[in-house]
């Protein structure tokens, strides 16, 4: 991922790491409708039946003496189900917090990659002037690495973020938890402790380590395939790839990640008893729900965020250049 015109420096550390969170806050706000849209199919519970959403305007009673509705079908006709029920806002619910999470996450696991990967290497990368040195172990432990260590950074926004998500707006609705973000990490700091502001690290550090190795370095290897088109279509390319590989591994375990970190004190007593339910009441298919919007967001993410990553790294380091090859003062 080093990604630039060969006339160009190698860029810093800090320089990929404001690049990578300003890229993942970039990405964020084009895609979160999707991201959304995956949250309330993924924390649906019945195993045969729709979730079944009252639509203003639309009251009354059906032939069989049940109220109409609309209800969540698919990645856009639960968008659609959102902005007619909810209203538009309704899809950026949490995004605070995502531009929080992405902040402290895309910073350190994209920002710090090509540095623990240079370190697992034994600094073949520094020495080198090729970026294929790097064997497919030392990016493994690299994407793993900077996985779990954003989950300890930015875990308490992933669990604000996908609460705002799950919770609906509608104003009858007794699910509503919380008005804001600061006063939903307040609330939860207050009446889960500081746990429940971590709950769900363990799922969501094994989430990111495979969602890291997935994405990075099929992004990372395909780049290297198709180095010589060094262009936006290479990474957009590579993004997509990135983002299929990715929703295909990391989709079970992103299912139990957003159903435990959703769920109410008690409900489970840990990931594993969250999948297991999963498992014994709805079966092996509720680990895919939401696989479709996963992809969709996920496909869509990687390629705003890497396109954004590449042409951010260039101008930062394009401004450095013309900073220091201005003229001081006399």
Known sequence: ?????????????????????????????????????????QVRRDAGARRTVQIPGESGLSPKGQRAGHRYRGVFGTIYTLVKAEGPASLYSGLVAGLHRQTCFASVRIGLYDSMKELYSGGTQRASSSASDAGILPRL???????????????????????????????ESSAKRYSGTLEAYRTIARDEG????????????ARNAIVNCSE????????????KYDNMPCHFTAGFAAGFCTTVVASPV???????????????????HCA?????????????????????????????????????????????????ASPGPA
Do not use: H
């Not at 994407?143 to 104003?171: I, N």
């Not at 500081?194 to 550090?205: D, I, S, T, Y």
């Not at 509720?286 to 951010?312: C, D, H, T």
């Open 1 to 41: 991922m080093t990604g630039g015109a060969a006339a160009d420096r190698t860029p810093s550390v800090a320089v990929k790491i404001f690049s990578a969170g300003s890229a993942g806050c970039v990405a964020d706000l084009v895609t979160f409708p999707l991201d959304t849209a995956k949250v309330r199919l």
């Open 141 to 171: 432990l690299a994407g793993c690495t900077t996985g779990a260590m954003a989950v300890a950074f930015a875990q308490p926004t992933d669990v604000v973020k996908v609460r705002f998500q799950a919770q609906s707006r509608l104003p």
């Open 194 to 205: 500081l746990r429940g502001l971590w709950k769900g690290c363990l799922p969501n550090v």
């Open 276 to 324: 297991l339910t999963m498992q014994f009441k709805e079966g092996p298919t509720a680990f895919y729900k939401g696989f479709m919007p996963s992809f969709l967001r996920l496909g869509s993410w990687n390629i705003v965020m890497f396109v954004s990553f590449e042409q951010i790294k260039r101008l930062v380091v394009r401004l450095q250049r013309s900073c220091e």
């Open 216 to 227: 990075l370095v099929t992004y990372d290897i395909i780049k290297e395939l198709i180095l």
């Open 254 to 272: 992103d299912v139990v990640k957003t159903r435990y970190m959703n769920s109410v004190p008690g409900q489970y007593s840990s990931a594993v």
